[in-house]
């Protein structure tokens, strides 16, 4: 029973872990623009794959390009830093592209939904066509070292679960200390509080939103390249179940607060855990009916604050 | 100003209302149909195969192996000296079922002889009553599900079904292991293949009263099986079986051994592709499998396919799923040329060609890469050979190969499914 | 070229881009629309093949009679659900809104998928057909849409429409307004789901078949794209972006494996280049004039 219990905490965590990186990566954009970059759930892809190349691993592009790969290959923590610095990268194009026009044009929020969407669209089709849609599987130089499960009692989870966890957890204290303490991470803070005021105290605004933006990029890139080493990289779609679920978690936790997507992380892993086998057809309705639910007794999530009305 | 906005909002509902209907005068071609046949020797005279399958969405990574599959048959008939030539037009078919009907329709209104395609069941259902209304054969390569071939007197399937197949590797576990009491069954709820499969599993273990302790249900899209693997093997299971589609299902074996799981695997009909070594790797060895096609299969034809293969992946097996397309290619490669070799296509139209390439096509026997198949009067496949293999891997564990431990011969004449 | 089925097909993406205009009229982002036309697909399929009282004829033949029926019962189903949901969702603003029933498109994705009675992934096959080919449903698509054109154009005359626009522009103002906001916002968004329930009906016969992969978060979003791309302030805006970026995939099939990401490209940048959508007030208004200008308005 207890180990029951046990499995099914680890089973909720490590499932939790990638769904609050996700949300946090909503959260950092959210905040400062008010807005859902859609674009997210590619960015995943997107990272997922750097990981691998810089690894060293091959791709084949259909066939086009068999056996095509970097002449180098990185160890995983650093190809994986690389990976998620790279995708910040392209989430800053991504913003380039798809949000500072609009933004120019002071256009109706509702407008970033698409252009966001069509930047995702685009990223995806583009990552099938280079990359092709094999499944890749990390060198197993990956976790070499690595026992294939820990055990605890009579429960079991797999090891690369637990760095799954550890890393995101990392990430996630890392975040919020730097919000907290830093003066660059106050200053988007600030922003995200009260934009105006912020300007008057002399923040500049635009650097704010590029460095949420790269940020946003980053902890998407760094999901990626984690679930990839996790389940290899199933093809590019891989990324956009996560941005989905992840959206969930954003609104449950609370739009914009970053203690809310982290617990609605944690919750909605722990939730799907709880299923039983025979119920698990209606796992993924779960999530949502859960957010459902939420958001009809809360309209502003577990953690949010009532916000302005901006979409 | 309210008053201009309504006016010209009307006129514009006018007008759009005008060019939808010049689109639907338009878009009321010609029926091809009636148009002659070319005579073999005319400039013009190769006739055209159509393909619709998946080059886009998440049916990609079945699509492209179709896409060499069929290139592969292409390249090979032309080795044949046809008496008529044929020219292949590819279409992506999409993954969802409204880009099908969209290829379908394209490929029928610009004259196709017949179609191979398209890629999921679900297509197939949305997308084939079309080609029979109009009178066009198809030839499936991969749709699995129950009741294609009905759908009409056109429509046919070279990708048998797995209910023949999928007791022969349970048969195998048993006897490998006769004192298997505890078995759990893992299926994909929302794929078409894995749910017809799975029942046919389930019905077989019943029927030889292990019953399943646990069935679990998972997604297409599922990846990390950390709840459902804990949750089955909290049964202590000796015994798992498996139907879920390729990389999935590397994903799936790896993460149950990963998980302290040391029993015998056995996996469906999805997972017969070398693209689940690289994901499982070593974890992969040893689990059995039953094949509608093996890559060891020793006759001219599979080895003419193997070659070809090799040209353009070097160092890998062909997976089922390029060799079913290729068989569907050359199942109507065959028919063309024999019905020209019988003066047939001489002085018909497209419509009437059509129908007699199809009731050639169901008449004939053919020896191909899947080993020699022919059809029923209802266009099920009645293939002779069926397979059971086991994974084999290579010690580093980036490669292997299915090695054959059971090359079934199906009874010589099996009833159609139902 | 552009033949008939695809044409139906353009005329779906128009209808559905209609539904989701409904709600957006009254300032709601409502992405419900999948659901109900999922619904309506759903019923439709399941009458049609279960219930030998509609005359589905061994032949696959459905009479004409019967399948206007159905796109009367599909619209009223996903109209019946809607004023259930639409009580309780509609309470929520803004974002909150939209995600909420992106929850319902899913939700009702996996109970279709996971219902008894639906066929699981393969949903129901065999759908019978009232008529021989495609162009036979222009005709009903294109009466669905005239009809769901002529409410939208008769809205902005009624004190409905009016007040619809008034949420719109500012919530708050019009409840001061006296407008009885709950109700005028039920209303738009009951009518968005009757709209989208009965073209999921006729699109399960056009379609031969219908299963849990008919309306799903993706759907959702590619049809708020017809109507930002389009022109969200009148209802021609959905109707001519649903025809145009259905068509584009389509229409690029020339290019290859590449169309996709040009098709993604539009999308990506379309909303800067026409941030009003393809047609806006200004451009009705012009058009309106035309004509009248050279009587009243001499131009100096």
């Known amino acids: 029973m207890i180990d029951t219990l046990l499995q099914t905490l680890l089973n909720g965590a490590a499932s939790g872990g990638v769904y609050a990186l996700v949300a946090l990566g909503y959260t950092l954009v959210f905040s400062v623009l008010g807005v859902i970059n859609f674009a997210l759930g590619a960015l995943f892809s997107l990272g997922g794959y750097l990981t691998y190349l810089l690894m060293g691993g091959a791709i084949s592009a259909n066939g086009g390009l068999p056996g095509w790969g970097l002449p180098f290959g990185l160890p995983f923590p650093l190809a994986l830093l690389l990976a998620a610095a790279l995708t910040g990268l392209a989430s800053l194009g991504v913003e380039r592209l798809a949000f500072t026009p609009l933004r120019r044009r002071n256009a109706e929020p509702l407008l970033y939904l ?13 990552l099938q066509m280079l990359m092709g849609a094999e499944g890749y599987a990390f060198p197993a130089t990956a976790l070499a070292g690595l026992p294939d499960a820990v055990v605890l009692g009579g429960a079991r989870i797999r090891s690369v679960q637990v760095l799954l966890l ?32 912020a300007r008057l105290l002399g ?30 990289l199933p093809g590019p779609y891989v990324g956009i179940g996560y941005g989905l679920k992840g959206l969930a978690v954003l609104v449950l936790g609370g739009l914009g607060s970053v203690p809310g997507a982290i617990a609605g992380g944690l919750l909605m892993g722990l939730a799907e855990a709880l299923v039983p086998g025979e119920a698990s057809g209606w796992r993924d309705a779960l999530a949502f009916a859960i957010l459902f639910a939420v958001l009809l007794l809360r309209p502003t999530g577990l953690l949010g604050r009532r916000l302005v009305e901006k979409v | 100003m309210q ?27 010609a029926n091809p149909a009636a148009k002659a046949v070319p005579a073999a020797l005319a400039p013009d005279g190769a006739l055209t195969i159509g393909a619709v399958i998946a080059l886009t969405g998440n049916a990609n990574l079945y699509g492209q192996d179709q896409r060499l599959g069929i290139d592969l048959a292409r390249r090979w008939s032309l080795s044949q ?11 992506d078919g999409g993954s969802d079922e409204a880009t099908a009907i969209a290829g379908f329709n394209l490929l029928i209104n610009q004259g196709a002889l017949a179609l191979i395609g398209p890629t999921l069941s679900q297509q197939a259902f949305a997308a084939d009553p079309i080609a029979q209304r109009r009178g066009v054969p198809v030839v499936a390569p991969s749709n699995t599900a129950k009741g294609i071939p009905q759908i009409g007197h056109f429509i046919s399937r070279v990708s048998a079904q797995s209910s023949v197949i999928a007791p022969l590797s349970i048969a195998e576990a048993l006897r490998r292991d006769p004192a298997i009491q505890r078995v759990a069954v893992i299926y994909a709820q929302d794929d078409a293949y894995s749910t017809a499969e799975t029942l046919i599993f389930q019905k077989a273990l019943t029927a030889r009263r292990l019953p399943p302790v646990t069935v679990q249900r998972v997604q297409l899209a599922d990846n990390d099986f950390q709840i459902p693997i804990t949750a089955a093997l909290q049964l202590q299971p000796q015994l798992v079986v498996i139907s879920v589609q390729a990389v999935a299902g590397g994903n799936l074996i790896r993460q149950l051994r990963e998980l302290g799981y040391r029993g015998q695997i056995v996996v469906g009909n999805g997972l017969n592709t070398p693209n689940i070594y690289p994901i499982c790797q070593r974890w992969c060895d040893g689990i059995l499998i039953a094949q509608a096609y093996s890559p060891e299969l020793d006759t001219p034809i599979n080895r003419s396919f193997q070659r070809l293969y090799q040209g353009v992946r070097p160092g890998q097996p062909p997976s089922q799923i390029a060799a079913q397309a290729f068989a569907a290619y050359q199942v109507l490669f065959e028919a063309v040329q024999r019905l020209q070799r019988r003066g047939g296509l001489a002085g018909i139209s497209l419509g009437q060609a059509r129908e007699a390439l199809m009731a050639e096509l169901l008449g004939g026997q053919y020896d ?19 397979y059971v293999a086991q994974v084999r891997m290579d010690p580093g564990g980036r490669s292997g190969r299915f090695a054959l431990i059971r090359n079934a011969t199906a009874p010589a004449a099996s009833p159609p499914e139902r | 070229m552009i033949d008939n089925g695809l044409l139906v097909q353009m005329l779906i993406g128009a209808l559905l881009g209609v539904s989701v205009y409904l709600p957006l009229a009254a300032g709601q982002l409502s992405l419900a629309t999948p659901a109900f036309y999922a619904v309506g697909g759903t019923l439709a399929a399941l009458l ?19 399948f206007l029926l159905e796109l009367l019962l599909g619209g009223l189903l996903a109209g019946v659900l809607a004023l259930l949901v639409g009580r309780l969702v509609l309470r929520l603003q803004g974002i909150y809104l939209a995600i909420a029933t992106i929850a319902l498109v899913e939700i009702v994705r996996v109970a279709i998928l996971n219902l008894p009675f639906t066929g699981g992934a393969i949903g129901i096959f065999g759908i019978p057909q009232p008529f021989p080919t495609a162009a036979g449903y222009l005709l009903p698509a294109l009466g669905l849409l005239a009809l769901a054109g002529w409410v939208c154009q008769r809205l902005e005359v009624m004190p409905l429409g009016r007040a619809m626009a008034a949420i719109r522009n500012d919530e708050l103002a019009a409840r001061c307004m006296g407008i009885d906001t709950t109700r005028v916002k039920l209303t738009a968004f009951v009518l968005s789901a ?40 009148s209802w021609l805006g959905p109707v001519l972006g649903g025809l145009l970026l259905t068509a584009l995939p389509e229409l690029l099939r020339p290019v290859g494996d590449v169309r996709l990401v040009l098709f993604g490209l539009v999308i990506l940048l379309g909303p800067s280049v026409f941030p009003q959508g393809l047609i806006n007030p200004g451009l009705l208004e012009r058009l309106g004039r035309l004509g009248e200008r050279a009587e009243r308005e001499p131009q100096p």
């Open chain 1, 166 to 197: 550890a890393v995101c957890a990392a990430a996630v204290i890392a975040l919020t200390l730097w919000l907290e303490r830093s003066r660059s991470g106050r200053a988007l803070k600030a922003v995200a509080e009260d934009a105006t005021t």
């Open chain 2, 81 to 91: 000296s046809p008496q008529r030539p044929l020219r292949l037009q590819l279409e």
């Open chain 1, 203 to 232: 923040i500049n605004s635009d650097a704010m939103l590029r460095l949420a933006f790269l940020l946003s990029g980053a902890l998407a890139g760094l999901g990626g390249g984690l679930i990839g080493v996790s389940i290899s």
């Open chain 1, 114 to 126: 698409i252009t966001s969407l069509g930047a995702g669209l685009v990223l995806v089709n583009l």
């Open chain 3, 48 to 66: 049609s093949t279960t219930w030998p009282a509609l005359g589905a004829g061994a032949d696959g033949s459905f009479p004409l009679a019967s």
């Open chain 3, 194 to 233: 009757v709209l989208a329930g009965s073209t999921g009906a006729l699109a399960a016969h056009f379609l031969n078949t219908w299963n849990a992969r008919q309306g799903s978060f993706d759907t959702a979003v590619t049809m708020l794209a017809f109507v930002i791309l389009g022109g969200s302030r």
């Open chain 2, 3 to 29: 008053h201009r906005r309504q006016r010209g909002a009307l006129r514009l509902a006018v007008l759009l209302a005008s060019g939808i209907a010049g689109l639907a005068l338009l878009g009321q071609q």
């Open chain 2, 368 to 386: 191909t890469p899947l080993g020699p198949i022919h059809f029923t009067p209802d266009g099920e496949v009645v293939q002779g050979r069926f």
